[in-house]
């Protein structure tokens, strides 16, 4: 190897990618983001804490050390700043639940050479077949990042002071988008449509946040249920782009534009890409997941939301980011 070469560390580190993971998913099982948060600094504390072996304690805080989320000075440990916010049981920031998930989804991955060469997935397809228990596991895990980007759009779309709207929530999983927006409008109301035991996981959440009276459900599949005609002010598909394919979006934003009432909104959450798609980098990799596990979902870029959306009705299209995701707002 010359001098002018680069060093292997950043290609082997990311061979070894699976270690983060695993890591990172561990120390969320047994909580060791929280006890540190709560005071436990050293190996033999946390193994207490967590009750685990202080060899695995030790293990782990050197691999949180390793990938950035763990700091040492002379023998304690602390979380940084980033993992106090993002991995502390408790905090509505707390993405732990999705690193757990993510830890028993490794394997999946094994299968990746066989799914690019097939173009798609090899077994069946998660995002395809009804009441998956799949999505059981996904929408609280993903909760974290919806709540702050419904927060978001609670600005964007000046719901506070829109008086009494009326929302359709498309596959809205754990019911955060309609938690967070009623609370923010007491004179609105909200309907979910998704899967019936995704509904029941929605209707607790809502419960809990005491807005249930002004939340409805209607139990089915998307791609079949009648939306309605001039019933909405405000539609949201949030997290569901990625899994359909180009004709399939048209065909639920056309209806979509059918049941807003005339001058309506549609707001689209999801991981978009640039129209050169150079980046964002979470967004450009997650197509991954799409691959894996449906048959035509992907990432898509800027330009085919907005030529979408066109092609089914509507006129005005504005994007707003809200990190990872991207918010689409259609007129
Ligand atoms: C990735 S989650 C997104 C949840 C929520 N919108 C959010 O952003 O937090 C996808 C949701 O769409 C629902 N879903 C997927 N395919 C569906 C279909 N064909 N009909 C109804 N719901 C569906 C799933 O049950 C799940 O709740």
């Known amino acids: 190897m010359t001098n002018d070469q680069p060093a292997p560390d ?5 061979i070894n990618g699976y270690w983060a993971t695993g890591v990172l998913g561990t120390a969320a099982t047994h909580s060791l983001f929280t006890h540190l948060e709560d005071g436990a600094d050293t190996a033999a504390e946390l193994a207490v804490r967590a009750e685990i072996s202080e060899r695995g304690a030790q293990t782990l805080l050197d691999g949180l050390v390793s990938v ?11 979380n940084t700043a980033e993992a106090s916010v993002y991995l502390v049981e408790g905090k509505p920031t707390c993405l732990s639940s999705f690193a757990r998930l993510k830890l028993k989804h490794m394997g999946s991955l094994a299968a990746l050479p066989d799914v690019a060469r097939a173009g798609g997935p090899v077994t069946d397809p998660a995002t395809e077949m009804a009441d998956n228990p799949h999505w059981e596991d996904v929408v609280p895990a993903i909760m974290a990042q919806s709540g702050p980007a419904a927060t978001i759009a609670t600005e964007v779309l000046g719901l506070a002071e829109a008086g009494e709207i009326s929302i359709l929530d498309v596959g809205g999983g754990s019911g955060i988008y309609s938690a967070v927006w009623l609370e923010a409008n007491p004179a609105a109301r909200s309907t979910q449509l998704d899967w019936e035991p995704i509904n029941a996981i929605a209707r607790r959440l809502v419960a809990e946040r005491g807005v249930a009276d002004r ?7 998307f791609h079949t249920t009648d939306f309605g005609t001039a019933k909405y ?10 899994q359909e394919g180009p004709e399939d979006n048209i065909a639920v934003f056309a209806r979509l534009r059918d049941a807003l009432k005339p001058g309506g909104t549609l707001v689209i959450c999801d991981y978009v890409v640039d129209d050169d798609r150079s980046g964002p980098a979470f967004p450009l990799i997650f197509a991954l997941e799409m691959l894996l596990k449906s048959n035509q979902g992907g990432t ?6 907005h030529d979408w959306l066109v092609k089914a009705g509507f006129e005005d299209v504005s994007f707003h980011s809200t990190p990872p995701a991207t918010l689409v707002v259609a007129r």
Do not use: P
């Open 10 to 14: 950043g290609v082997l580190r990311l």
């Open 68 to 78: 950035g989320l763990v700091e040492v000075d002379e023998g304690r440990y602390r």
């Open 215 to 221: 939340f409805t459900c209607i139990d089915g599949d």
């Open 233 to 242: 002010d405000i539609a949201l598909y949030s997290h569901i782009a990625h």
């Open 300 to 305: 898509w870029r800027r330009a085919d939301y």
